[in-house]
């Protein structure tokens, strides 16, 4: 198989990798504490709250999230365009490129689904742990900082890491809506090089390191050091 037209088009290829790792870093991290909140929110005593929380959260995983991409996109992305104020802010240049549409779809995405991960986490949590940090004298947030959530996420490494390999497959959708992320680098080298399989090949494999380095991530987390005596 000839892999001459990697030399050609690695920089196409390098900047889609960049913009799928920004897309993971961005709706992991914003996600994560958007689901942080679902969650506390789906545990609270406030019914309201709670059914506030369970109705966001029906919405997001009950509708793919290409529909909500273009719900983004198209829909919300058309009604900023059609404000002059809008189109002549500081803000357009950032409203009218469909990565940040995407961003925002993904972190409500990761929200909905993480959230109700981890309020299954938190509740396998032992009583018994939260009783002997209160014992200790900690407060609300700081039981939740210092006990309930590290515990949680211990609890739920294995299924953090697969709901991040999802996140990561999740942004190949990206390129539905113009934006040359990893898939769309390969489409667009598709295009340009008359080739059909090779950069759908390369793109695959690139996926799988990114997967592996991801689960080796999870793997090591929490893990102390060993010291030497």
């Known amino acids: 198989m000839d892999f001459s037209w990697l030399s050609v088009f690695a920089t196409e290829l390098l900047r889609g990798v960049g913009i799928t790792l920004a897309l993971l870093v961005l709706a992991g991290f914003f996600g994560f504490i958007l689901a942080i909140t679902v969650a506390l929110g789906r545990l609270s005593p406030n019914r309201l709250l709670a059914n506030c929380m369970r109705a966001y959260s029906s919405v997001f995983r009950g509708t793919p ?43 409500l995405s990761v929200g909905a689904y993480v959230g109700e991960v981890l309020r299954g986490g938190l509740r396998a949590v032992p009583r018994g742990e939260l009783e002997a940090g209160r014992a200790y004298g900690m407060g609300p947030w700081l039981l939740l900082r210092r006990v309930w959530l590290p515990r949680a996420l211990q609890i739920l490494k294995p299924t953090l890491a697969g709901e991040s390999i999802m996140l990561l497959k999740s942004t190949a959708l990206a390129s539905t809506v113009a934006v040359t992320d990893l898939l769309g680098a390969a489409n667009l080298v598709r295009a340009q ?9 390369a793109v695959a494999l690139i996926y799988i390191i990114l997967a592996f380095v991801i689960e080796y991530g999870f793997s090591r987390m929490g893990k102390a050091p060993l010291r030497q005596a």
């Open 65 to 107: 999230l290409l529909v909500q991409i273009y719900i983004l996109y198209y829909g919300v992305g058309s009604v900023f365009a059609s404000y002059p104020l809008i189109r002549g802010s500081w803000l357009w240049p950032y409203l009218r490129e469909g990565f940040w549409y995407v961003a925002l779809a993904l972190v």
């Open 193 to 201: 090089s008359l080739r059909v399989y090779e950069p759908l090949l």
